[in-house]
């Protein structure tokens, strides 16, 4: 049975009694959750939508501020099954700390119909899911490792300005994407025993922004698509503004009129326009996939317990079987932090790499 990449939402059911029971009891205690699209696509590395969780069944978010005079503090967050749709997951931790500081004009009111309407439960079985049919007893993990690096403002915009032009005007989350897709490929290929294997890109879309109303930011459910692009030929004299023109054609695929065809024809998953997007034709030739997601705009460094808003945000790092190819990208104050997991083979040549160093520093301080 394929994992379908992601449609069905899981509603998350949080009773905003219950958080003030907690409240009360100096607690924060479980929530529940449901899957409603069967056996499709069961909750654990894989995430609650089916489309594969690149940093495993929880993702962790630690979030740092001032303590005034007691000095910086740190705060941990495991988001669990909010980890795969970064809204809903921002949403419930600012409802958290409203609740904490007594401001019931903060919270933010969760809608829970709205994504479960559009788009309901479905019998998936025999959809053309392309590269993104992954079986359940398939090993798609192995030891991994995370590192940090940062992409200051002077080398966003001298990586921007190498990859503009009269057709091509890329975004900051285009062009950091693209140069680090570029250097990953790079060194995947270098320690690759098959290098004729397809590199596929894979950029999650947030659903609510491509559709606009009726889902606003209060909707809860994992509305987010794969953006799939295939990357031939990369080398070390590949052109930025050359991946960046394929990654804006993949995206520019995800419109508003796909999502209501996606919504409004049943027969959509299993139509010719369907397996494109799932890239169907290169799924036999075992492509490798490099996962890519952002965290910006999130309203992840809004969240105040009381002790000042966060002056940095991290993921969870370390050495550990997972899923690998990994990007999670975040806005700071110095630029965009990608925090990049790899097997322990590939980072290693990753770290070595003198262009991608050109551009990227490794682990830098946190400015306070």
Known sequence: MPLFPLLFPAILRV???HLEVYKRQGSFGPFASSCPFGSSGPVGSFGPSGLPDPFGSTSSLE??????PLGPFG????????????????AFLKTWFAICKGSKGEISWPDFPSAASAFPPRNTTGIRAGIMNIKKDSKIEENCSTRRFLFDHKAINELKSMSTSDETKPTRYQVVSSFISKHMIVAIKEQCCDKTRPMVACHTVDIRRRMGQPFSKGVVGNLVWPALVVLEGVNKNTEIIDLVKILKEGLAKLTKDLFLKLQNDPSFLWSDEYAELMLEGIASNKPISLVFTSWANMGFNEVDFGCGKPFWLSHRGGTKESISNTVILMETREGIEAWIRMSEQHIAILEDDVDFLRFALFNPSVLL
């Open 75 to 90: 705060s941990s967050s495991s988001l669990g099954p909010f980890g795969s749709s970064g809204p809903p997951a921002s």
């Open 63 to 68: 979030s740092f501020g001032s303590s005034g």
């Open 15 to 17: 009773s905003y009694t």
